[in-house]
């Protein structure tokens, strides 16, 4: 991974800045929002971008006095959620919490995509930043990422890993584990990664890069038995746990970010308004506990960060998935 790319992937303090630095010196737009602002999450309730999505949409809702409501249309790693959006009218009462699986991984993952991520969708700001845990159901015999190796290797073809849709930071963490280890391991896909934790729970699937949002209050019952996180640091939340890295995956890097965006062409002081308020509602320390306990790493960058970052990452994932052998019609 290039030194650029980690920095910006493990950039953890909320970033302020002027407003004016964003979009120079043009007046907020004081009419905006005239009406209820929905925000599209790609995913189910319960799942990390949904979870971002709501916290946020409480803070702009308070702070303007308008309707903010929480929409899941899922589906197609969040394909969907972005098409919808990016087909909005770019009047800023349409946003999407748009994840990486949407924005960066899937151009590289399926042949055509019905939007274009970096011409049809405006930076407002990334959100969080949140990493995923192997996580097993307590029966799988390994406890450690070394002893699932091996488990693996004794059982060609015998272990499944779920994951919440294809392209997505889990499915890609359970392909780049096979691959670094050389192991057959066969994955089972659900539409949203809270639909895993059942057949997780009831050891119908053996294990999961699943977010750390769901697996924490599962491992710390002894429900789930977690093994490492996909992060290149520790997470805050849970120090105990080593990383792929420090568990003999040099390089090893699966995390899931969520940001706000708008429709392209959506008006500058209008995303200069959205910036700014959600840059203020992720420094407030009540939003901050809220995203620490359920293991989030709020960030809070610019729009021009924000569409730095995409612009890193996308050749980084097209070289893994190269590498890995995915790609989908």
Not at 144 to 155: C, F, I, M
Not at 279 to 301: C, Q, S, T, Y
Not at 306 to 322: D, G, N
């Amino acid at each position: 991974m290039n030194p650029q790319m980690k920095a910006l992937l493990t950039r953890l303090p909320i970033v302020l800045v002027a407003t004016a630095a964003v979009v120079g010196d043009a007046p907020a737009d004081v009419s905006y929002p005239e009406r209820t602002i929905k925000i599209i999450a790609g995913f189910p309730p319960g799942s990390a971008p949904d979870t971002a999505a709501r916290l946020i949409g409480e803070k702009l809702q308070a702070a303007w006095g308008k309707p903010v409501i929480i929409e899941n249309t899922t589906g197609a790693g969040g394909n969907i959620a972005a098409d919808r959006v990016a087909k909005s009218a770019p009047d800023g009462h349409t946003l999407l919490m748009a994840g990486n699986a949407a924005i960066i991984v899937n151009l590289n993952l399926y042949e055509k995509l019905p939007y274009d991520p970096v011409k049809d969708l405006e930076p407002v700001s990334q959100v969080s930043m949140t990493p995923n845990v192997l996580a097993l159901h307590p029966d799988v015999p390994a406890k450690s990422v070394a002893e699932l190796v091996a488990l693996a290797r004794a059982q060609p073809d015998g272990l499944t890993y779920a994951h919440g849709g294809a392209g997505i930071s889990q499915h890609l963490a359970g392909e780049l584990f096979k691959h670094m280890a050389g192991l057959t391991i066969r994955p089972v896909g659900f539409r949203g990664a809270a639909l895993i934790m059942p057949e997780i729970l009831a050891g119908r699937v053996n294990f999961c890069f699943c977010n750390i949002t769901n697996v924490l209050p599962l491992s710390s019952e002894g429900k789930l038995r977690a093994l490492a996180v996909t992060s290149l640091k520790r997470s805050p939340a849970a120090p105990e746990l080593p990383t792929m890295d420090e568990s003999g995956f040099p390089g090893f890097h699966a995390t899931a970010w969520f940001g706000l965006m708008a429709p392209a062409g959506t008006p500058p002081t209008i995303i200069e308004k959205l910036h700014a308020a959600t840059v203020k509602a992720l420094a407030a320390p009540d939003l901050r506990a809220k995203f620490d306990a359920v293991g989030m790493e709020a960030i809070g960058n610019t729009p021009a960060e924000f569409a730095a970052v995409i612009k890193t990452e996308i050749p980084y994932w097209e070289k893994v998935m190269k590498a890995i052998g995915l790609k989908l019609k």
